[in-house]
């Protein structure tokens, strides 16, 4: 019993003492990257500012030609709506600002990786994604009514973003995201490019669903920018900010693939 009791009080201690590591390296690591902003946007080939002209970035106006057929597929995903996880259920590191069922992501790409068994429920997203150089991440963002997801700041100015819009509330004029001082509502089959490292929050004061293709690619820099950025990657996936959303995508992709047959065997047997 004794060796029973001290083995688990060991365990208690040693997953402490993670939790402790875990929460060092990502202040750390944060404030490292953060104190390099100025020498990125010093590196930035397209300059350094907190919205950006989309016409900069020519495979944005590929997506927005092609928005229709994104939007089908987002339209079948959803009825499966359920089997979709939270934001905060694939990243814990994300629960500041996801912090319930109400804003759902289905991920295609992360961390320059394809997930397959999302791309097979969207090819032909996937496909107009891959068109994207240096993609980074890709996910369906699903924000719920009446939600607000807090002022915060994105890790790395190495990387830029961009939102596709999806399913927009007929109210548009109460759903916006707010970067630094603009406030930019979406509009079905347009798309934005924003700096995430600055300040934004977002707001959807309405009783329906707003969605968006999310997805980041890699900043147009100078060779030692670029550089800096691979070490920055390298480094991101030796971390269970990486490893961990990595392990519960698989568990979220069984999830959804389950939910799926599920429907499709109801529909055969009917």
């Keep these: 019993m004794a060796i029973e009791m001290a083995g688990k009080n060991l365990g208690a201690a040693y997953a402490r003492f993670r939790m402790q590591r875990r929460k060092r390296v990502k202040r750390y690591g944060k404030n ?14 397209v300059g350094d500012v907190p919205v950006y002209d989309k016409n900069d970035f020519p495979f944005v106006k590929t997506l927005e ?53 999302s791309c097979s429920h969207a090819p032909n997203t996937a496909r107009l994604l891959s068109q994207v150089p240096n993609l ?33 509330p007929k109210d548009r004029d109460n759903c916006w995201i707010r970067v630094v001082d603009q406030n930019l ?30 997805f980041d690619f890699d900043r147009p820099m100078k060779p030692l920018g670029r550089a800096l950025h691979k070490i920055f990657l390298f480094g991101l996936r030796m971390t269970a900010y990486y490893r961990e959303p990595k392990k519960n995508l698989l568990t979220h992709e069984q999830r959804f693939e389950a939910a799926v047959n599920r429907a499709q065997d109801m529909i055969e047997k009917t």
């Design 136 to 168: 980074q991440t890709a996910f369906f963002s699903i924000l719920g009514p009446n939600y607000h997801i807090p002022a915060h700041r994105g890790v790395s100015k190495t990387i830029m973003r961009s939102h596709l819009a999806l399913i927009v």
């Design 32 to 45: 490292f990257i953060r104190s390099m902003s100025d020498f990125i946007g010093r590196q930035s080939l």
């Design 185 to 214: 509502n979406w509009e079905e089959g347009k798309a934005f490019v924003f700096d995430d490292t600055y300040d934004h929050e977002v707001f959807n004061n309405t009783g329906e669903d707003r969605v968006v293709l999310l």
């Design 65 to 117: 030609d092609n928005w229709h057929l994104v939007r089908e597929e987002v339209d079948a995903i959803l009825q499966h709506r359920d089997a979709i996880p939270a934001f905060v259920e694939v990243s814990a590191d994300q629960k500041k600002i996801a912090s319930d069922q109400r804003w759902k992501t289905f991920v295609l790409f992360g961390f320059g990786k394809r997930v397959e068994t």
